[in-house]
């Protein structure tokens, strides 16, 4: 009877399982569209420009700075685009490499839009320009043609980095195409380490394509890596014999949409922005933390009331009901309800009735003895590790704590005056306390001196930050961490003061940091 009843429980889940599949296949496709994501934002009249890479059509878009509703300007694909093109044309870019090269430029700017802008420039230790914003494709082939291969020496960090600092000025979307064999830099020059700061800062798309010489594999790496880094296309020649796909990939258009930031919000500080777009069949949902303008306040000469000896006048019907020109008008928006894709519930229930039923079967197959056992032996590693993290100085956790995501780090034979309080600004139930008497380490992994562990957001670097007190002053140092630390939305270079209430971000990770006094 066992038996029978553990063949009909495989069965069951064999059926569910395979069902599963095919509605995770349906949601995949309803949801193809959440690759899209943010590739660049400029600010452009005192309101933002969002260019974003891989939306599909959407039948409308709305959009709030924090909990704040904010309007769309405008939306589309129609915006013009400047394409830099940096083309390495140094000898270990070999004359087959520059063929091939060559016809994916020129299928390229056969399909471009006509709004699109090409600048192609040769480098080596400098940079040529051959067009400049060029919108004519015929022009930019008849450039191209003229293009040799010269010998000579090519430090793609220092031209890339000089280039990225003259667009400060930007507002419209800017991209580059960086074609070569690799990242080399000059002994004295610019590292990768400081190009990929700067374009983590500012934010221009970098697509790439490589190409094979000699033994550059590792200066290939560091190529394609500022690509991930920037979210832009990257692709090695040699892997390709027609290029319908580099072309189709450079040609995809980008959607800009453009927000109006209120002048409450326009503070200079660094705020999260949703989009949500409404299509046919879904609903794409695109967070991104931005910094906002600085707004300027001026007193509108015309509209500005002149104060007089005389009483003041009645109001008139007419201006009751016009708004002040200093106060922007209200737009009333209802609330928005989450919305949960049909399909997406139909498969979360299948999967989960298809997870009881292996966990059915495999609860016949172990015994409650062993599970009691596994379960004391994990109970005691943990409460060795937290004993042995006690010993050494510091007080860590070893699990996450509990649904509720509150997390507590104490020592409590420190007779600290002052205990730092640090609280998860997107999830304001994760709390990490700790005495502070020297200093106060933050990082991602356990050990190595680590007080508080942030295992939980993989941009926070594995010894990311420390906080120390100096003559009843509060520090923050950054420890050349990877996504770098923010105090209040300024970049920390190396020490920089704060106060309690500051916001301090460590990679994407935003804590709220409270100086409390500790009990006596």
């Known amino acids: 009877m066992q038996n029978t009843s553990e063949k009909f429980w495989k069965r069951m889940a064999s059926v569910i ?53 904010v309007e769309i300007v405008s939306s589309g694909t129609d915006s013009v685009i400047h394409t830099i093109i940096l083309l390495d044309n140094s000898l270990s870019v070999t004359k087959d490499s520059m063929g091939k090269v060559k016809e994916i430029l020129r299928q390229y700017a056969e399909k471009k839009s006509d709004k699109e802008k090409i600048s192609l420039a040769v480098y080596g230790t400098d940079i040529q320009y051959l067009t400049e914003e060029e919108t004519d494709s015929a022009k930019l082939m008849e450039a191209l043609e003229n293009v040799v291969n010269e010998d000579k020496d090519t430090y793609l960090t220092d031209v ?44 221009y798309p970098v697509y790439s394509i490589g190409c094979t010489y000699k033994n550059n594999e590792e200066q290939l790496k560091n190529l394609f890596a ?70 300027l306040e001026e007193a509108d000469p015309v509209s500005e009331p002149v104060e007089t000896p005389s009483a003041e006048p009645e109001p008139t019907p007419a201006a009751e009901s016009t708004p002040s020109p200093t106060q922007e008008p209200v737009m009333e928006m209802p609330e928005q309800e989450p919305r949960i894709d049909l399909v997406s519930i139909v498969a979360v229930v299948v999967i989960g009735i298809a997870m009881i039923s292996l966990l059915i079967l495999n609860f016949r197959k172990k015994s409650k003895t062993g599970n009691v056992r596994k379960q004391k032996n994990r109970k005691e ?18 699990e996450p704590a509990g649904d509720a ?24 139930d994760r709390v990490f306390r700790y005495p502070l008497s020297d200093k106060v380490l933050l990082g991602r992994k356990y050990g190595d001196g680590v ?18 007190m100096r003559e009843e002053k509060f520090y923050v140092r950054d420890l050349h961490s990877s996504n770098g630390t923010f105090v209040n939305g300024t970049r920390v270079g190396e020490i920089m003061e704060f106060t309690s209430g500051s916001e301090i971000r460590l990679g994407n990770l935003s804590m709220v940091a409270e100086i409390e006094q500790a009990r006596q």
Not at 60 to 67: A, D, E, K, T
Not at 235 to 247: K, N, P, R, T
Not at 256 to 279: A, M, Q, Y
Not at 381 to 398: D, Y
């Open 451 to 468: 007080n508080i562990v942030l295992n939980y957001e993989g941009t926070v670097s594995a010894k990311h930050c420390e906080i120390s």
């Open 160 to 203: 890339l980095y000089d280039e990225l600092q003259k667009l400060t000025e930007k507002t419209e979307y800017t991209r580059f195409l960086v074609i070569t064999d690799g990242v080399d830099n000059k002994a004295i020059g610019y590292t990768k380490e400081e190009l990929a700061d700067y374009l983590k800062e500012n934010a």
């Open 17 to 69: 399982l395979c069902v599963s599949i095919g509605v995770m296949g349906m949601v995949c496709q309803a949801a193809a569209d959440e690759k899209a994501s943010v590739v660049q934002s400029v600010i452009k009249d005192d309101n933002i420009c969002l260019f974003i890479h891989g939306l599909d059509e959407y039948d409308n878009v709305s959009g709030q700075v924090g909990r704040q509703p």
């Open 226 to 295: 500022i690509s991930r880094l920037t979210k832009a296309g990257y692709y090695l020649l040699d892997d390709y014999e027609e290029y319908g796909e580099i072309v189709e990939s450079l040609c995809e258009p980008v959607t800009c949409v453009e927000v109006r930031i209120p002048d409450e919000l326009k503070d200079g500080s660094v705020k999260n922005i949703l989009l949500t777009f409404e299509g046919a069949e879904s609903v794409i949902e695109i967070s991104e933390e931005l910094a906002m303008p600085f707004g």
């Open 381 to 398: 590693e943990i409460m060795k590790n937290q004993v042995e993290e006690e010993e050494s100085g510091h007080t860590v956790l070893a």
């Open 405 to 428: 995501g509150a997390t507590v780090f104490l020592n409590s034979r420190d007779n600290a005056k002052y205990i730092v309080v640090l609280r998860d600004k997107r999830n304001p």
